[in-house]
């Protein structure tokens, strides 16, 4: 096949594939029935069959009863495991939780929980996100369920639609491939990837109404934490700082009433350079975290969005979704 003809036929199926996706209906929730489950031969199952076509062909020239029975008792087989096979999959119903959001480069896992009403148990069902050979193979017992995890990694921050998915088995001989196709409603949001060594968080802004003139400590960082002084009381102290970097700091009352700390997207330095808006995402990713880290409170500034100061997971998670969702 010449590279244009190759070119041709990759661009032609992957045409008809999301063709095909297109017309799968949003479900976060699958019945697996006779109208959508497929079944063919695999590439043993055609070998199977040409070794039956043989064995025929031969028992017919030479007259074997032998070779008549040994052929027939193949192909029985055969078309038992195709039944059983077909079975194997056709009933089972499945529930996929929605992922959490996750930052880019992390991976998304997907947890399916796979459901029989069948008497019997069904073995050697596989799940995995549709064009991938990531299978994860699971039993089901009888009138049981089963959980299996699928995984994916998105490239890119924003709000993304879970993948097509599908679920595959080849039990009991492996001569058939029944299969089925997914395609989920939900989707999940993925987070801006947090800066590696992001610089220190910018200086707290004079409350409105307040005289105060802005300035950083020595230490670099916001003005709303200070070094431990014995006889500071414990619930001053940021006990989540402590437990990373084993070094007490604590809040300064004073100060965190006269200023307060917005993260902005003018702050990261890299919003008026070309090409830099994501790393300025980025950065305000990682100074989130650490705010919150260092348990302050803080607000977050973006050109077309504003978060209110607060702190707290909610918020984070507030923040993090403004960051996510930026045009």
Not at 23 to 45: E, F
Not at 49 to 69: D, E, P
Not at 144 to 171: D, I, N, W
Request: with cysteine; glycine share 8%.
């Amino acid at each position: 096949m010449t590279a244009e003809a190759k070119l041709g036929w990759l661009d032609f199926s992957g045409r008809f594939r999301r063709w095909f996706e297109a017309r799968l209906p949003l479900k976060d929730s699958i019945l697996l029935t006779q109208k959508n489950v497929y079944i063919l031969p695999t590439a043993p199952g055609f070998m199977l069959a040409a070794t039956l076509l043989v064995l025929l062909v031969a028992s017919i020239n030479y007259q074997l009863n032998l070779g008549y029975v040994l052929t027939f008792l193949l192909a029985g087989s055969a078309l038992v495991g195709m039944h059983v096979c077909h079975a194997n999959l056709r009933g089972v119903a499945m529930n996929l939780q929605v992922p959490d959001a996750q930052f880019v480069g992390a991976s998304v896992v997907i947890a399916i929980n796979v459901l029989s009403e069948r008497k019997s148990a069904r073995h050697g069902i596989g799940l995995a996100v549709l064009g991938t050979d990531h299978w994860n193979w699971t039993d089901v017992p009888a009138q049981g369920s089963a959980r299996v995890q699928v995984g994916f990694t998105p490239e890119r921050r924003g709000l993304h639609r879970l993948p097509v998915l599908t679920a595959q088995t080849k039990f009991p001989l492996g001569t058939f491939r029944v299969w089925s196709v997914w395609r989920p409603a939900s989707s999940v949001l993925i987070y801006p990837k947090p800066e590696a060594h992001p610089p220190p968080l910018p200086p707290g802004e004079p409350r409105a109404g307040g005289t105060a003139a802005v300035h950083r400590q020595s230490t670099g960082e916001f003005d709303g934490v200070r070094a431990y002084r014995r006889g500071d009381p414990l619930k001053l102290v940021v006990w989540k700082k402590a437990a990373k970097s084993d070094e007490l700091v604590s809040r300064d009352a004073q100060q965190v009433q006269r200023f307060e700390l917005w993260l902005d997207w003018a702050h990261t330095g890299l919003a008026a350079s070309a090409g830099q808006a994501e790393a300025a995402l980025s950065r305000l990713c990682a100074w989130v975290l650490t705010a919150e880290k260092l348990g302050l409170q803080y607000g977050l500034r973006l050109p077309h969005a504003e978060v209110s100061p607060g702190s707290g997971a909610a918020h984070q998670q507030k923040c993090l979704q403004a960051l996510a969702l930026a045009p």
